[in-house]
């Protein structure tokens, strides 16, 4: 009996520390009190306080500070890890967000999320658009163009979204109608939508950067870049830059108020395959025919780091966690990547070896996109990857 009080003592004064912050108040003296009822009361009050500072101290352990990553025991590896293995180990809720979509037959497909991570749009090349809630897996339309589509684009609602065709830009609500036609946008083969900015921006194959304002229609500026087709495109969420790849291995970096682009940065020796920008604006990313993917820091225009994959990388995708995903052909390679996260003053980069690995079969990958989940990085991210045979 002893000896069980001795350890429950012990135990109270390891967690002390932490229980006293939530310690609200001082202790009630009672000594000198002869009113049996006020002390009794006293001592009650006491116990009731020290019991709400315990079980606030126990809800501060369970609270994280950072968020969670798949870590690995002994001589385990995490890219080892299989998709199957993972959503046995998490919870239910977690294990349904994990699906399968085999889409054969108008792809290959390209993927867009909507502003709230809640509503999923895919296009395939060969004319099918379908506008679906992944959360409850309920279609809210589908639609067949019977048209080539290069690119989809919800805007700053999921009600309405953006289709490149063969030769304009369509504009389409949540049940499929046509809204609009945007004929000034001419054979687009890229499309970026600026949500705080209301501007919707096209890069057409012959080399025209166009901003058109979709609050008023008009347009806004139409740039000749001057260096012939257009290999990717990606957008700036921090300061709404536009960043366009090209086929001389060259990233420029374009605004709407100016005709010439604010920098040119050789990032490869071959065709720029694909153009990542973090969340933060100040790290980017750029994958090449030259199998090498770069990580770029914004500021100074300066390669921290150069990896090369096993096959030249045809999707990049950076989550709002710091997670750069890299998918190879069959091959989508999770690198953990702390672009955002500095250590003791220095960038930490951890390229080397991939954080997860997941094989797709047969099929050959078009496209992938990690879907955004608020403001929170504590929340989960799921990844898609749209494929074609």
């Not at 889409?103 to 004319?127: A, E, I």
């Not at 950076?318 to 250590?343: K, P």
């Amino acid at each position: 009996m002893d000896s069980k009080k001795k350890k429950g003592g012990v135990l109270r004064k390891a967690k002390m520390p932490l229980v006293e912050k939530y310690l609200k108040g001082s202790k009630a003296s009672i000594k000198g009190m002869h009113d049996k009822k006020m002390r009794a009361q006293l001592k009650e009050e006491e116990k009731d306080r020290k019991e709400f500072a315990e079980r606030a101290a126990w809800r501060e352990l369970l609270l994280p500070e950072e968020s969670g990553y798949a870590e690995a025991e002994g001589m385990e590896k995490t890219y080892k890890f299989k998709q199957k293995d993972i959503a046995d180990a998490v919870d239910i809720a977690s294990a349904q967000k994990q699906f399968d979509l085999k889409l054969n037959d108008f792809g290959p497909y390209n993927v867009d999320y909507s502003r709230d991570g809640r509503h999923l749009l895919l296009g395939g090349q060969k004319g099918h658009l379908a506008l679906m809630d992944w959360q409850t897996h309920r279609l809210m339309c589908e639609v067949h163009v019977n048209e080539t589509v290069r690119s989809v684009r919800f805007l700053h609602v999921h009600n309405m979204f953006a289709v490149a065709q063969k030769q304009h830009v369509y504009i389409y609500d949540n049940v499929g109608s046509e809204l609009h036609c945007l004929k000034n946008h001419k054979r687009v083969a890229n499309m970026e939508y600026l949500p705080y900015h209301f501007l919707l921006v096209s890069a057409g194959i012959d080399g025209h950067l166009c901003y058109q304002d979709t609050s008023t229609g008009s347009i806004v500026a139409d740039h000749n870049v001057r260096v012939g087709r257009l290999s990717c495109m990606a957008q700036n969420p921090q300061n709404a830059v536009v960043y366009l790849g090209h086929q001389n291995g060259v990233v420029s970096l374009w605004t709407p108020n100016s005709g010439k682009p604010q920098v040119k940065v050789l990032c490869h020796r071959a065709t720029v395959t694909s153009v990542a920008v973090d969340r933060s604006g100040t790290y980017m990313a750029t994958a090449g025919v030259d199998g090498k993917l770069r990580v770029w820091d914004v500021r100074t225009n300066k390669a921290l780091h150069s990896y090369r994959t096993p096959q030249p990388a045809r999707s990049l995708a950076i989550s709002q966690r710091g997670l750069l995903a890299a998918g190879c052909n069959t091959d989508v390679q999770v690198c953990a990547c702390w672009l955002w996260q500095l250590s003791l003053g220095k960038l930490t980069l951890t390229l080397a070896i991939p954080y997860c690995r997941t094989g797709i079969g047969h099929f050959f990958l078009s496209r992938l996109s990690f879907r955004f989940t608020g403001q929170s990085t504590l929340l989960p991210v799921v990844v898609v990857v749209m494929l074609t045979v």
